[in-house]
């Protein structure tokens, strides 16, 4: 049995807007149906999105799945299934070397592009670690800073980022695109030289997360009350509404103390692997 793993994500990271991804410790497993399908998974229908990405990627047949990461949280259900769907194909046309290479998670990641339409998501999942993007250029941030990352689940609310994005203003003022263009950059910067102190202010936002935490006031507090309790920076995930949090690993017990009821909370940490296929 082969099976493909990809890591869950958070988009955004505050103030990079469809442009920054961090690769997350929750994963989405997927294989191709064979003789050796899993006990525990579930046969994929037409309409699920690594059916549709396995599909335009050339696959054939059916896949199995084992959904570990929470759909309509934020943190890159499909993003993940797209790019495990994607690399399915090409480990079925290409063979396991090429779809455990840099090239075939290239095309993964691209088939799911193009059927996200935005990359930040994608391409956590495929390459992993923290992710710049702009289009189909991706590069993994040298990252020296190695958080924990806390997150906090809503249990009875899901966002639809497609529905989310109409809520956002199409025009942007000279004020507020300097104010992320330079949080974006601070935070890339406080990853790659391992500067923590900056993770507060570079995880601000003025075009997409007030906005957002409007509509989820149990995640807005969720985000105080992780920054109270010692965080380091912490943003709304994707569209929400997950919050997440990155966080000292010595921190990690006060800041699930300090989160609200009617969530759930995992310690995760920033998956360096991307998509495998073992």
Do not use: Y
Not at 72 to 89: E, I
Not at 203 to 223: F, I, K, N, S
């Amino acid at each position: 049995m082969t099976t493909i793993r990809v890591p869950a994500s958070s988009a955004n990271i505050g103030a990079g807007f469809d442009a920054l991804g961090m690769a997350l410790s929750i994963h989405f497993d997927c294989g191709i149906c064979d003789d050796d399908t899993p006990k525990d998974a579930r046969i994929c229908d037409e309409r699920h999105p690594a059916t549709v990405a396995f599909q335009a990627a050339g696959g054939t047949g059916k896949l199995w799945v084992r959904d570990g990461i929470p759909m309509g949280r934020g943190l890159g259900f499909s993003g993940a299934a797209r790019v495990g769907g994607a690399l399915a194909a090409v480990l079925q046309r290409d063979g396991i070397d090429v779809a455990r290479s840099d090239a075939g998670r290239r095309r993964a990641f691209e088939v799911a592009l193009d059927l996200e339409g935005h990359p930040d998501n994608a391409a956590a999942s495929a390459f992993g670690g923290v992710v710049a993007c702009a289009g189909r250029d991706v590069v993994v941030v040298p990252a020296a800073l190695k958080p924990s990352i806390v997150v906090w689940i809503p249990t009875s609310t899901t966002t639809s980022t497609k529905e989310s994005r109409t809520k956002l203003s199409p025009t942007v003022s000279l004020d507020d695109a300097v104010f992320n263009l330079s949080r974006a950059a601070l935070l890339v910067a406080a990853f790659a030289a391992g500067d923590h102190t900056v993770l507060r202010e570079a995880t601000r936002d003025r075009l997409h997360q007030d906005v957002r935490l409007a509509l989820v006031p149990d995640t807005r507090a969720a985000l105080h009350a992780a920054l109270d309790a010692g965080a380091w920076g912490a943003w709304l995930s994707g569209s929400g509404p997950t919050m997440a949090c990155a966080c000292a690993p010595a921190d990690v017990s006060r800041i699930q103390a300090a989160m609200p009821a009617g969530g759930d909370v995992r310690v995760t940490s920033i998956d360096d692997l991307g998509a495998t296929v073992g």
